[in-house]
T-cell receptor
Framework: DTGVSQNPRHKITKRGQNVTFRCDPI?????LYWYRQTLGQGPEFLTY????????KSRLLSDRFSAERPKGSFSTLEIQRTEQGDSAMYLC??????????????FGEGSWLTVV | AQTVTQSQPEMSVQEAETVTLSCTYD???????LFWYKQPPSRQMILVIR??????QNATENRFSVNFQKAAKSFSLKISDSQLGDAAMYFC????????????FGQGTRLTINP
């Protein structure tokens, strides 16, 4: 068990460029989440997958954001035409849904995005 | 919508002493989970302790314990015998039992440990 892995850890991009982040969850986990965290704030939910199905998206996720989880394994979060307001840390988390006792959510180290 | 409030942006404590971090939340649900997460600088978010709302007994994990007051919607974290490695941002979080179980976080409390 290597934990939740995110790449790249840091990305600096020019406004208007596209960026993509990758998340590799813990191998047996069927649930995967993306959160966004700005400096000095708590993380905010963006979207959630159960296996390969994207089941919920926050209103924070504008049309410029798209997330995928092909084959229910790794996930990608793409931001098109980046804006300075997109600068934040993007956190990925995963969990194993257990019917009775609920689940513990494990986080990756995050991907920092700076839009200049 | 559920909300989580942490009213202490910063706290400090002397090494080996005890500190309590406050958290209040708002929900119309009767059953849910509450969590405290720790986020050291440039490190990943780690689960510290978890409480199921249907359990009256307060959760305890070694030096970490909670005071869960369901009627008051209060969920404080007590850290005993504080250690330098406890320095971090601490986030209180809530999740529903059903559905996506997405976490709703508070704004965080930055804890400093003074040697």
């Amino acid at each position: 068990d290597t934990g939740v892995s995110q790449n790249p850890r840091h990305k600096i991009t020019k406004r208007g460029q596209n960026v993509t982040f990758r998340c590799d969850p813990i191998s047996e986990h069927n649930r995967l989440y993306w959160y966004r965290q700005t400096l000095g704030q708590g993380p905010e939910f963006l979207t959630y997958f159960q296996n390969e199905a994207q089941l919920e998206k926050s209103r924070l996720l504008s049309d410029r954001f798209s997330a995928e989880r092909p084959k229910g394994s790794f996930s990608t979060l793409e931001i098109q035409r980046t804006e300075q307001g997109d600068s934040a840390m993007y956190l990925c988390a995963s969990s194993l849904r257990q019917a009775i006792s609920g689940n513990t959510i494990y986080f990756g180290e995050g991907s920092w995005l700076t839009v200049v | 919508a559920q909300t989580v409030t942490q009213s202490q942006p910063e706290m400090s404590v002397q090494e080996a002493e005890t500190v309590t971090l406050s958290c209040t939340y708002d929900t119309s649900e009767s059953d849910y989970y509450l969590f405290w997460y720790k986020q050291p600088p440039s490190r990943q978010m780690i689960l510290v302790i978890r409480q199921e709302a249907y359990k009256q007994q307060n959760a305890t994990e070694n030096r970490f314990s909670v005071n869960f007051q369901k009627a008051a919607k209060s969920f404080s974290l007590k850290i005993s015998d504080s250690q330098l490695g406890d320095a971090a941002m601490y986030f209180c979080a809530y999740t529903q039992i059903q559905g996506a179980q997405k976490l709703v976080f508070g704004q965080g409390t930055r804890l400093t440990i003074n040697p």
